[in-house]
């Protein structure tokens, strides 16, 4: 029996698999990249760490969602970039914009409700322009402003351009919706 492809070509039935692939055999292949999660893992304990320091010198402005959602951020942005989802980038057209999105919308979201009181900077806290610096950048209007800028700028015809030509503009395009959330 012949069966015909979109251009009318004839296709030998002989030819196709005994019984039809999985729809997530493609996915066998593929693993998780070990210097994303690595670095991820680390900024994890890190972070932990520093929020122990800090909710141990001062309790009340130390609650227990802050770890949660920055611990889903850090999820989410693994997801994006160190999970087998990764793969099909460069395949799926959707796959690639829920990787935007999951940078852009929920990972910086969470990361930044997680981190306003900074547990990485720990030995800082007590220096007052450390302090006025953290207060300006975690702003939710200066955070909106460059969210939208961002995105703006990036969807200029030659800079857009720049991100699909060049492994490394793609790379810049990225960290800049991920750091200008």
Same mark, same amino acid.
């Given at each position: 029996?012949?069966?015909?492809? $979109? +251009?009318?070509?004839? !296709?030998?039935?002989?030819?196709?698999?005994?019984?039809?692939?999985?729809?997530?055999?493609?996915?066998?292949?593929?693993?998780?990249?070990?210097?994303?999660?690595?670095?991820?893992?680390?900024?994890?304990? !890190?972070?932990?760490?520093?929020?122990?320091?800090?909710?141990?010198?001062?309790?009340?402005?130390?609650?227990?969602?802050?770890?949660?959602?920055?611990?889903?951020?850090? $999820?989410?942005?693994?997801?994006?970039?160190?999970?087998?989802?990764?793969?099909?980038?460069?395949?799926?057209?959707?796959?690639?914009?829920?990787?935007? =999105?999951?940078?852009?919308?929920?990972?910086?979201? =969470? =990361?930044?409700?997680?981190?306003?009181?900074?547990?990485? &900077?720990?030995?800082?806290?007590?220096?007052?322009?450390?302090?006025?610096?953290?207060?300006?950048?975690?702003?939710?209007?200066?955070?909106? $402003?460059?969210?939208? =800028?961002?995105?703006?700028?990036?969807?200029?015809? &030659?800079?857009?351009?720049?991100?699909? +030509?060049?492994?490394?503009?793609? $790379?810049?395009?990225?960290?800049?919706?991920?750091?200008?959330?």
């Amino acid at each position: 029996m012949l069966l015909r492809t $979109l +251009r009318s070509e004839p !296709i030998n039935r002989k030819r196709l698999p005994a019984r039809p692939l999985s729809p997530h055999a493609h996915l066998l292949g593929h693993t998780w990249s070990l210097p994303v999660t690595s670095a991820l893992v680390l900024a994890a304990v !890190i972070y932990l760490r520093g929020w122990v320091r800090v909710r141990s010198a001062y309790p009340s402005t130390a609650p227990v969602w802050r770890p949660v959602t920055f611990l889903g951020g850090l $999820l989410a942005l693994w997801i994006a970039v160190g999970s087998p989802l990764r793969s099909l980038d460069e395949e799926m057209l959707v796959v690639h914009m829920v990787k935007h =999105l999951l940078v852009m919308a929920v990972a910086a979201p =969470l =990361l930044l409700l997680g981190a306003s009181h900074l547990p990485l &900077a720990y030995p800082f806290f007590h220096w007052p322009p450390v302090a006025r610096l953290t207060r300006a950048l975690t702003h939710p209007v200066l955070c909106w $402003l460059s969210a939208t =800028l961002v995105v703006m700028v990036w969807h200029v015809p &030659a800079v857009f351009e720049l991100g699909m +030509r060049s492994h490394w503009g793609h $790379l810049l395009q990225f960290t800049c919706f991920f750091v200008g959330r």
